[in-house]
């Protein structure tokens, strides 16, 4: 299996990048210079030798060889990293883990995405990509934290239910993750605005809280 | 402890009146007409004979009596429940349960909330009320089921600290249940939204799922 990251060298992307490599899943890392994303899978490799994935390091363009290609990179300035993809996405199963994330006096809030969310917006900018989004509320910071398994259940949402299927194969990977297909791609809004209310409550608690639903074995 | 239930003929309203009065709680269950929360009343006192909570039926104006009083309501028909509110709740801590479902071919969706959500919508329409939300994910089919506890986590948002606080104890109160304050009001949208996300789910590994978060103890 072979996952690109457009944003691997940011904490979310390269924490995934971390946990995929350790499953044996290749890792083609994606910057927006090749030589950034090179250093970071140099990096990878030197920290995770025995890793049974291979990483290479390229730029974002050409993380988006790989069969399943993950969004991993802020909502400020998504515009300008989409164009270059457009057409290295066609029919590619691309996973938007972007959250539209703002901060005030008040906290962490959601910023308004006019296409409804942000998964909506890159649908609508990359039309030859297979859409879906999920990884919203995966801590970065637990992410780096290889030497123990997660606690995250992986919500996966799109329209296309085969791209979904992948996305959550390739999700439940990752080490104490249980990944679902969880409705259109329409519900990637609650999915990327929980990030907020997750910070929110890491604050308070001190935490790197994550997301889990019960009751899933229970008729 | 007493709470005020507006809609407490419905089955989310019913569902935490019969978890509230096993808990001890005081419950005032009130419906559009005072005779038809009087009858729902009496169901819960022969239902529950040993519950040591006391439940009174009223009309949705006398459920404002208590002091947190929780909308348990559809989102259909909203304002003209809000509107007789408006004086009864004044000064009251006022706890929105509603979420704005939708449903059309492509499955459960999330209408569009001019105010950003219904917990704000509700705020403005009850400028004397000390608005929170919560309860957005608890599902009404295991509240019924008062022979097992719950497995779930209820976040609460508000912009009044206090009153944020009192709807936690309170909610805490419910069997099985962990309660968290987790941001302000305005994140009241995606956790009214994530109900559509969890009937997605539902629907697809036929449960009733709950949300937890994870890590919450974990530094």
Not at 68 to 74: F, H, K, R
Request: with cysteine; charged share 20%.
């Amino acid at each position: 299996m072979e996952v690109g990251i457009v944003g691997g060298t940011g904490a979310l992307g390269g924490g995934l990048a971390r946990r995929w490599l350790l499953a044996g899943v290749d890792v083609r890392l994606g910057s927006r210079e090749a030589a950034r994303g090179e250093a970071a899978a140099a990096q990878l490799r030197a920290d995770l030798p025995d890793a049974p994935g291979q990483v290479t390091g390229v730029d974002n363009v050409g993380a988006c060889a790989a069969p399943i290609v993950v969004l991993a990179v802020p909502y400020g300035g998504l515009d300008a990293v989409l164009v270059p993809l457009v057409d290295a996405v066609d029919g590619r199963i691309v996973v938007s883990a972007v959250n539209p994330l703002a901060f005030d006096g008040d906290g962490p809030y959601n910023a308004v995405v006019p296409e409804g969310s942000v998964a909506q917006a890159c649908a609508a900018r990359l039309p030859g990509a297979r859409m879906t989004a999920a990884f919203h509320s995966v801590s970065s910071r637990e992410l780096a934290h290889t030497e123990r398994p997660l606690d995250d259940d992986v919500l996966v949402v799109g329209d296309d239910a085969e791209a979904v299927d992948a996305v959550v194969a390739l999700a439940d990977l990752l080490d104490g993750v249980r990944a679902y297909p969880a409705g259109a791609l329409r519900l990637a809004t609650p999915l990327e605005g929980l990030t907020a209310v997750i910070i929110a409550v890491n604050k308070r608690h001190k935490t790197h809280a994550g997301l889990r639903l019960s009751r899933l074995t229970v008729d």
